[in-house]
Structures are given as structure tokens and as C-alpha cells.
């Protein structure tokens, strides 16, 4: 599960650079479709921040 989760957190930080680079002169569907994705990575690396298994407490 760590794996996983680092691997989403690599690729959250692929799509923001990739988005900051893009931004002038890339395509309008192109950039709502990465920030989807980044969104959708977002939200599984907080889901995976609240499990128990990454939080011992």
C-alpha cells in the first residue's frame, strides 16, 4: 500500500509540473483533462491519508 501511495504522490507532482509548463499555449480541453486527473490523484492520495494502515495512531 506505501508503494501505491507513493506512486500517487509522484504522479501528482508529474501533473502539476506538466500543467505549469502547458499553461501558455496549450489547449483548453488538454488542461481541464490534466487537472482532472490531478484532482482525481488528490483525492485518492487524501482518502489513502486517512486510512489507518498509512496513520497508525
Known sequence: MN????????????LNRLIDNCRNGARQNDMKTLKRLRLRLK??????????????R
Not at 508503494?3 to 508529474?14: A, D, G
Open 3 to 14: 508503494r501505491y501511495f507513493v506512486r500517487l504522490q509522484q504522479e501528482h507532482r508529474r
Open 43 to 56: 483525492d485518492e492520495i487524501a482518502r489513502l491519508q486517512r486510512s489507518p494502515s498509512l496513520n497508525p
